[in-house]
T-cell receptor, first 111, second 114 residues
Framework: GEQVEQRPPHLSVREGDSAVITCTYT??????FFWYKQEPGASLQLLMK?????EINEGQGFTVLLNKKDKRLSLNLTAAHPGDSAAYFC??????????FGAGTKLSVKP | DPKIIQKPKYLVAVTGSEKILICEQY?????MYWYRQSAKKPLEFMFS???????DNQTASSRFQPQSSKKNHLDLQITALKPDDSATYFC?????????????FGPGTRLTVL
């Protein structure tokens, strides 16, 4: 079945710096990709949903890149601010199964 | 109003006892899930249900038993509790079961087993 590896497990950046979180997956038939954000003490909330047909997806203050050839999904936070401090989880699915989650990345943005 | 309700928010149990974690969703979704999060395993998928039928079970232990009395309910019964079961248990739901549907997570139940 699908295997999702997420890196790094912990990431610390200064305010205004960029932060990059990457997930690699194994199933070439994966078609749907998700990023979730979990603020401290809170539940997970959907950040973005990506279809395999779109390689670049832009949100508010972040960009999601999908490289299907390398089976790699990345979340790039541009100009990170302390409010971005949270755990981030990717999720990947093929057409037949519910999404599988990565292990998560704890991001700390220091002022 | 909260769309996914999990009860209780905090739960303390003694080793060997049995507890039921409650989950109700009011999103009109047809699929529901249970996840567990602890320091050892950041987010661990446990079960998925669609229209009250079990679709996927990634939990090795039979001590964990989902119970679905209604389509919008998916409770989790845990028997013979162990300290290693201490974790936050998240319930989630999606419009339908399958790959394209994003999941909505409940606030979690933090279980501590002494």
């Amino acid at each position: 079945g699908e295997q999702v590896e997420q890196r790094p497990p912990h990431l610390s950046v200064r305010e205004g710096d960029s932060a990059v979180i990457t997930c690699t997956y194994t199933d070439p038939n994966s078609y749907y990709f998700f990023w979730y954000k979990q603020e401290p003490g809170a539940s997970l909330q959907l950040l973005m949903k990506v279809f395999s047909s779109t390689e670049i997806n832009e949100g508010q203050g972040f960009t999601v890149l999908l490289n299907k050839k390398d089976k790699r999904l990345s979340l790039n936070l541009t100009a990170a601010h302390p409010g971005d401090s949270a755990a981030y989880f990717c999720a990947v699915s093929d057409n037949n199964n519910a999404p599988r989650f990565g292990a998560g990345t704890k991001l700390s943005v220091k002022p | 109003d909260p769309k996914i309700i999990q009860k209780p928010k905090y739960l303390v149990a003694v080793t060997g006892s049995e507890k039921i974690l409650i989950c109700e969703q009011y999103l009109g979704h047809n699929a529901m899930y249970w996840y567990r999060q602890s320091a050892k395993k950041p987010l661990e998928f446990m079960f998925s249900y669609s229209y009250q039928k079990l679709m996927d079970n990634q939990t090795a232990s039979s001590r964990f038993q989902p119970q679905s009395s209604k389509k919008n309910h998916l409770d989790l019964q845990i028997t013979a509790l162990k300290p290693d079961d201490s974790a936050t248990y998240f319930c989630a739901s999606s419009q339908d079961w399958g790959s394209s549907y994003e999941q909505y997570f409940g606030p979690g139940t933090r279980l501590t087993v002494l």
